[in-house]
């Protein structure tokens, strides 16, 4: 079975940036899509952005272009989400995902093997 554990969340105040990361343990991930996506409270669950693990393109939703940048390293077997100019939207639980490269990236039925989240908090 796949493992995912996120780490990196905390509390920081508008324009600042944090460093999320996504371990990952069980198969290779060569034809796999990683994404991330968060959770505000009150809310549904949303796409943030996403890579594939064989040439790590990257997708990313509207909200985060710009400021937000995936990216993986092959050797440790982790997925990088970073994140600059935080805004207090972006205040959400964010949850590292698995699932595989031919469905669509931006659904979250599309990927199978879910970490625990981490809390990212923006103060305003």
């Known amino acids: 079975q796949v493992q995912l554990v996120e780490s990196g969340g905390g509390l920081v105040q508008a324009g600042g940036s944090l460093r999320l990361s996504c371990a990952t343990s069980?198969?290779?991930?060569?034809?796999?899509?990683l994404g991330w996506f968060r959770q505000a409270p009150g809310k549904e669950r949303v796409f943030v952005a996403a890579?594939?693990?064989?040439?790590?393109?990257?997708d990313y939703a509207d909200s985060v272009k710009g400021r937000f940048t995936i990216s993986r390293d092959s050797a440790k077997r982790t997925v990088n989400l970073q994140m600059n100019s935080l805004k207090p939207e972006d205040t959400a639980i964010y949850y590292c995902?698995?699932?595989?490269?031919?469905?669509?990236?931006?659904?979250?039925?599309?990927?199978?093997?879910w970490g625990q989240g981490t809390q990212v908090t923006v103060s305003s």
């Open positions: 069980g198969r290779t991930f060569s034809d796999y899509r």
């Open positions: 995902a698995a699932g595989m490269v031919y469905r669509t990236y931006f659904s979250q039925d599309s990927y199978y093997h």
């Open positions: 890579i594939r693990w064989s040439d790590a393109s990257t």
